[in-house]
């Protein structure tokens, strides 16, 4: 493919997801989906992958999340390929795609999220750098406002959910999805450059939990 025709279909792409996600208040707005194409750029380059189907996975991943979708996990690889089909992209690259996106997912922290390419590890491994740090603590106190989450709650414990079905199912408190996800985060990355850039987000975590605690129980430091 040309470069300027992949330009085209990129910068298509771009407005269609910001039309799409505008207003979006779960933590799966336009600017998480920018942040996630930028850093799988980066990741994509450093790790020599196909920078078109990283590009559009990227921007297409969030397009229709099943968090959004009445449970629907199907919603999204659905929407992307309307979308890439209507654009004339070449099916191959559509299905590389579609594949990506429909194995993005984390499922709980018992259940493997296997990603057979490249361009599937750096997309996921971009989407998961958004999930940690400054950002990912952000993210996910206005998911838990979004869905009506209470904030903390010292009685219930975190639980490792061994099914997608139980993860899915899970009302816990917000401070749980710290121990159910986010921390957990740092391990599961599958390239290098993104493993050397989770390392100080995720000790911001463990510092913003510590001095959360802190303040919860009122204790003087
Ligand atoms: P993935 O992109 O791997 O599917 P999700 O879409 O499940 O990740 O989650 C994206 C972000 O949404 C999480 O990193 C977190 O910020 C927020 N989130 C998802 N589930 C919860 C939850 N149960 N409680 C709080 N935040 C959540
Ligand atoms: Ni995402």
Not at 60 to 85: C, F, M, N, S
Not at 117 to 145: C, H, N, P, S
């Amino acid at each position: 493919m040309r470069k300027a025709e992949m330009t085209n279909i990129v910068e298509a792409t771009v407005e269609f997801v910001q039309k799409e996600l505008s207003g979006e208040s779960s933590g799966h707005d336009w600017w998480h989906v920018y942040r996630v194409w930028k850093n799988a750029q980066h990741l994509g380059q450093a790790e020599g992958a196909d920078m078109l189907v990283v590009q559009l996975a990227a921007l297409l991943h969030d397009i229709a999340d099943w968090k959004l979708h009445g449970g629907d996990v199907t919603a999204g690889p659905r929407v992307a390929r309307q979308w890439l089909e209507s654009q004339a992209v070449d099916g191959k690259v559509i299905d590389q795609v579609c594949d990506i996106i429909s194995h993005m997912s984390y499922k709980g922290a018992g259940v493997s999220d296997h990603m057979d390419t490249l361009e599937g590890k750096v997309v996921q491994d971009a989407d998961r750098l958004d999930a940690i740090g400054a950002i990912g603590i952000a993210r996910t106190f206005a998911y838990g406002g979004h869905f009506k989450r209470v904030m903390y709650e010292p009685a219930v414990q975190p639980e490792l959910h061994d099914s997608f079905e139980a993860y899915q199912k899970s009302h816990s408190h917000t401070i749980n999805h710290f121990y159910e996800k986010l921390l957990l985060v740092k391990d599961r990355l599958k390239t290098s450059t993104a493993k050397a850039m989770a390392v100080g987000r995720h000790e911001f975590m463990e510092n913003f939990l510590q001095e959360f605690f802190l303040e919860w129980n009122a204790e003087v430091s």
